[in-house]
């Protein structure tokens, strides 16, 4: 599978584009460093533009939908018709992400990959149904080869898309009822960690409802203990948009667009991501620390540092969408700002 | 001193508006909880605008600034002429807040209350001179009784304005050659703090630069150790620009404007308010957690816990802009999101 198109290398940062910027921040009327997280995000976004003063104009936001297998052994706080639902609500105008997005004009498309409870065809939503569900990874792989790559294909399609609207920044989002569980079984596999460390509440679970979801994450991983390899492993105990994430933000790492991950889902499909594909980190920033369980220990896996902690645990791109108006406000202060020649004020 | 202006009750928050934004945050299509402190907020703003559905729209800016004979003790990286210099940049465009400001399309008000280096009149600064700067309060009271007084009623006219223009929330910003000395020690008066606990690095100041900072107020909070009334220790140990973020900040809850406090020297300023006045703690939001050593202890001694924390140590309001889009999409969620019942949604 080298060959695959999620193995071609990603480009690398443009690091006189960084200097230049850094430059410039050492020059602006403040002490150098006091603007501390804005400033590095001025300097990375240089970077990945290649331009000494970047834009964070246009934001696309694709949110994948779809069902889980392991839905059925009861793990969600939610009934599973939520999935295909919200997929309404989403294009409708009604969901939190429909509401941010409108907040910072970013674009927002709704794919739906596979819901138990089909919609059918929805105007504005784009239909790329796989399944009406992956299987119960309990008992078998959660999907087949052609499905898995056949998600990762609409996720780098959606990228394609967003290349085409000249995107500054590109933010996945997920919708799917049992996909915490679905993400935490994936990430246990992948960093070695032990439910009892990574499994947490999802939508609301109880004490009880969270020790049923660990008993559940570790039958998947005794059931396919044998599964060692990165893309084995998102086929076994992943979901269609999971794939459909780490797909795209493969694409986006190497169409040189930058992508800004959401909460704990979002955070494993970009260790799927990083794991195929090491290039894609340097693409990639962290918008948030979600209440969710596990999701510290995933983004430590990844040495990310968010920029907010809100305790939001909801998905759908939500949290990235939060973090917007900073990445442009960063990008804003180092490009609009005097120098100190320009505003006539004295240096330290 | 009770009769004084600022020593007026504050309005209590509306708790029937809280009780029913809290409802229908409940039937918002997400699982119960899952936004966070961005649900806070909305239930938070209900109360203060007595709404269920709050917004926050127009946003107004005061920016102080003013000089510190304490700077004669070389305490700051950078010298006194800036603070003068600063006046000019912040209406001139080029300051951070400037940029801010226009990013969130508040209205920026600069007002001065004198500097060493006095710029003279400059179309759109409001100029509101009390001396060229305190007193050097290593030897000598910081203000007079009346100095104090003044600076505080200029705090509480900018917020004045603010009410005519309907501002739905005031914020206040400082610039001051070694004002977060002077904060310091204040905020170790009021707190029983030692230096060697509250005193950072300002603008830039190395560690032998912080050892001198901390012997400077010791030997002021030595010097002032009678002094044990609020007001007292504001007018021995602040600057202009503090007891007008203080009056500002009373006037603003007596006159039912809620509050986004910036970092550690508009805190410090909040404390004061607070220990003048209780009832102003209700109207207040906190921005975020400056990287200045002090402002932990600060915030925790107000029981304040704020949304950002981004490294940033440049005061002027600056953190303080950069949480209002988090603020506003707060609320848009609160008022936009589609409920269970009008989504078709299903419930837990």
Known sequence: ????????????PDVAAAQSAHARQGVLTKPPGSLGMLEDIAVWYAARQGSERPRVERVWISVF????????????????????EMVRNFIGGGAAISVLARAVGAA???????????PGAIAGVHRAVIAPSTANFCDDAAMTSAQVAAAMQVGAERVALALDADADLFIGGEMGI?????????ACAL??????????????????GIAHKRAVVRRALSRHADAIDT???LRRLGGFEIAALAGA???????????????????VAALVAVRLNAGVRDWLLFAHRSHERGHARVLAALDARPLL??????????GAAMAVPLLRMACALHRDMATFEQAGVSQA
């Open 1 to 12: 599978m080298t060959d695959a198109w999620w193995s071609q290398p990603c480009p690398s």
């Open 65 to 84: 939908a779809a069902d889980h297998g392991v839905a059925a052994e009861g793990v969600s706080a939610f009934p599973q018709a939520v999935t295909g």
């Open 108 to 118: 927002l498309d709704v794919v739906h990959l596979g819901t138990v409870n089909d």
């Open 178 to 186: 049992a996909n915490t569980t679905a993400a935490t079984a994936l």
């Open 191 to 208: 960093l070695e960690e032990s439910p009892d460390a990574l499994a947490g509440a999802g939508t609301g679970l109880d004490d009880a």
């Open 231 to 233: 893309l084995e492993r």
């Open 249 to 267: 933000y493969i694409a986006a790492a190497q169409a040189r667009i930058p992508v800004l991950v959401d909460g704990f889902i979002a955070t």
């Open 309 to 318: 902690d809100l305790g939001m645990r909801l998905g759908e791109a939500s």
